[in-house]
């Protein structure tokens, strides 16, 4: 593996019986990268997904995540990676600081870092006045952006972010994203799944699975000159409808 990939994949491939979910599938994600993993519902992201994070163990093939073997070493891989799921995986009977203290313990920091760091969390994203009021109570928008700053609390080397601004309104998904990008800036790699093709314009490459396998994979530049497509939902049409 380059050491300064993020994440290195080779040939993996996740069987069920004679079903093939994911098909030998290769790519590298660089450090800092924001990579968009895109594909139909039933493409086989989310299952790539699984192996990438450690909790799917693959069929055959190689991948290594944050330095770790996502075969042999998948605790240590959970350890080193921060994760959103699609659907808001906080707790909503707790408040913001109860949340944050329970994951920030998952994660193994201190509780004088957990104080500091939820303290942080508060102050960048403006909830002072919501601090104690139970997660369950908070518009979606800002449910979504505590969980990713929640999966951020330990500084891990990498994101998993699945369909992260799904159901929220523009200004957040704009607002969301900006979150992103500042996070990338300070070199953390960020793996975002999405079907809001518009949102794939703003990762720096993409890859795209079609039947378990990816299909495509550049710049989104590159792809829409590649299939002669304005957008990039253009290029996805073409590929799905292939």
């Known amino acids: 593996m380059n050491t300064d990939k993020s994440i290195w994949v080779k040939d993996l491939t996740k069987k069920f019986g004679d079903f093939t979910a994911v098909d030998a599938i290769s790519f590298e994600v660089g450090k800092g990268e924001i990579f968009g993993f895109l594909g139909a519902n039933g493409a086989g992201k989310t ?116 369909e992260p601004t799904g159901g929220v309104d523009p200004i957040t998904r704009r607002q969301f994203w900006e979150m992103i990008y500042k996070q990338a800036h300070n070199g953390t790699t960020i793996f975002v799944t999405t079907h809001y093709m518009d949102e794939a314009e703003y990762c720096d490459r993409v890859s795209i699975m079609v039947d378990g396998r990816i299909d495509a994979l550049d710049t989104p530049a590159q792809l829409k000159k590649q299939f002669d497509a304005e957008s990039m939902n253009e290029v996805f049409l073409k590929l799905a409808r292939k």
Not at 109 to 115: D, G, Q, R, Y
Not at 132 to 149: E, I
Request: aromatic share 10%; glycine share 8%; hydrophobic share 45%.
């Open 47 to 162: 299952t790539a997904m699984k192996m990438l994070i450690g909790i799917s163990k693959p069929t055959s093939g190689a991948a290594m995540v944050a330095g770790y073997d996502v075969f042999h070493q998948a605790d240590l891989v959970k350890q080193n990676i921060g994760y959103m799921s699609q659907k808001f995986a906080l707790y909503d009977d707790l408040t913001i600081k109860e949340n944050a203290r329970f994951f920030g313990g998952i994660y193994g920091l201190t509780n004088t870092e957990i104080k500091s760091k939820t303290q942080q969390l508060i102050t960048d994203l403006g909830i002072q006045e919501v601090v104690n009021q139970n997660v369950g109570s908070l518009p979606l928008g800002w449910k979504q952006k505590l969980a990713f700053s929640v999966a951020l609390l330990h500084e891990p080397k990498i994101v998993f972010l699945d």
